[in-house]
């Protein structure tokens, strides 16, 4: 943990499961992570199974929703800038997205993210 002031700040791992339109749930962790750097916690992304598509390029959006993909373009102007993404959802996906936004990480590199956070939410 980080100490800002007399305050401790954890590290906290969002994990994204979720295809963006499939229900609210990406919207929700969009939301989480957005608020948590609010209050000065660091937090990580992490994208995985179905939450790849969120970095689809060619993604659908349906009508009266608002795209995934401008949100996640915002997320370093809240001071979230460790994105990843795993790279074998990516291939099983067929998703070939631009990977300067955020850093492909094969299934050991991915479990040490997960132990370098105090705490994990999963959306």
């Known amino acids: ?3 800002i002031g007399a305050v401790l700040m954890a590290t906290i791992l969002v994990h994204f499961t979720s295809s963006p339109y499939g229900s609210g749930a990406a919207g929700e962790g969009l939301d989480f992570a957005m608020s948590a750097t ?3 916690h660091e937090v990580i992304a992490l994208f995985s199974d179905d939450a790849v598509q969120m970095w689809r ?3 659908h959006t ?3 929703v608002k795209t995934v993909s401008k949100r996640l373009k915002a997320l370093p102007l809240f001071d ?3 994105l990843y ?3 074998m959802s990516l291939q099983q996906r067929g998703i070939n997205a ?3 936004q955020y850093k492909p990480l094969c299934a050991s590199d991915i479990a040490a993210v997960i132990v370098e956070a105090e ?3 999963t959306f």
């Open 80 to 82: 979230i800038e460790q």
């Open 119 to 121: 705490h994990a939410v």
């Open 57 to 59: 390029s060619d993604q």
């Open 62 to 64: 349906p009508d009266g």
């Open 98 to 100: 631009d990977t300067t």
């Open 38 to 40: 609010n209050y000065g």
């Open 85 to 87: 993404v795993c790279e």
């Open 1 to 3: 943990m980080r100490k």
